[in-house]
């Protein structure tokens, strides 16, 4: 019998991974991690000639004009996936947190549509036990996080009832980025203003560097059966607010202040925006632990590592 010619069907492994967000935080480590273990990355940017995007397909991704307010456009876009990267985060000038739902559903209705097997969502630690947080039921954080989390448990919950054969939730902690003096968040006043927030010193924050966030999804990518049904509260450490000043002041060579502030104080102080919702940690245990990734075999960092690792960052800040 003569053999048929023309191309042969790619291989579930060759096939790219979708992943959104390409160009912020998560999608970025998500494809260095991908990259780096040797799969093919589709990238969904909404302009190809940004900076941004140039970037990621110098890094050797192919890139993919998409939206996530646009469900066409994401069908195309992940058409010949082996899996999707899945991350929203609240926009105000697209809705908001309810903007966050549709986008993230559209998203999971393309995936399905265009038949993609595996879906990979990374989402924000304790959503789901949101309703048993002290004063929840009587509106206390109606204003700062609960919209949030809120809005993130939605989706959890459509990733779960989608249909995928395999799917996996990453539940970060408190990001390790967010110390980074550049960034304005903990150090909006620079290094030598010191950290300025209401995490009181005994808090213990589940810490995350968002590099392990893109190695838990490469790891979910490459192990699909394993990772499936997997919700994973990711962390590569747990310190109190004074352990982390005290980390800080140690590996960089300083003399930081645990920081033990009231809202007043710290908004007075250049509390970022954001930063008036970290009441919630010193209220909600953060249920992150290093052993929960290293159990599935992935090689977390810790903050003394993350901050040897940043020292740079932090010198260039303070120079």
Avoid: Y
């Amino acid at each position: 019998m003569p053999e048929t010619s023309g191309p042969r069907p790619r291989s579930t492994a060759d096939r790219p991974v979708l992943v959104t967000g390409a160009t912020g935080q998560q999608g970025g480590a998500t494809v260095r991690a991908l990259l780096a273990a040797g799969a093919s990355v589709r990238a969904l940017v909404r302009d190809p000639r940004s900076a941004p995007a140039r970037a990621i397909a110098a890094l050797g991704a192919e890139t993919v004009v998409g939206d996530l307010r646009d469900r066409d456009s994401l069908v195309r876009a992940a058409r010949g996936a082996r899996a999707v990267f899945s991350v929203q985060r609240p926009d105000p000038a697209s809705g908001g947190v309810e903007g966050e739902v549709a986008q993230a559903t559209n998203l999971i209705a393309a995936a399905r549509a265009a038949g993609v097997p595996q879906f990979v969502h990374t989402s924000i630690s304790g959503a789901d036990a949101r309703t048993r947080a002290p004063g929840w039921d009587e509106g206390r954080w109606d204003a700062t996080v609960g919209p949030v989390l809120t809005a993130k448990a939605a989706i959890q919950a459509r990733v779960r009832e989608a249909g995928f054969p395999r799917w996996t939730i990453i539940c970060p902690g408190t990001f390790m980025e967010n110390f980074l003096p550049a960034n304005r968040f903990l150090f909006p006043r620079g290094i030598e203003g010191g950290l300025v927030t209401v995490i009181k010193p005994a808090t213990r924050l589940a810490l995350v560097a968002v590099a392990d966030i893109g190695a838990t999804a490469a790891a979910a990518v490459a192990d699909p059966e394993r990772f499936h049904r997997v919700e994973l509260e990711l962390a590569g450490d747990r310190l109190s607010m004074a352990e982390v000043t005290r980390t800080l002041s140690e590996v960089l060579g300083l003399s930081l202040e645990v920081p033990d502030m009231t809202l007043e104080e710290a908004r007075a102080a250049g509390l970022h925006p954001a930063g008036t919702g970290h009441d919630w940690m010193n209220a909600v245990p953060q249920v992150g632990r290093p052993e929960h990734a290293r159990a599935l075999g992935i090689d977390v960092t810790s903050f003394e590592q993350w901050t040897r690792e940043h020292a740079d960052a932090f010198a260039s800040a303070d120079s």
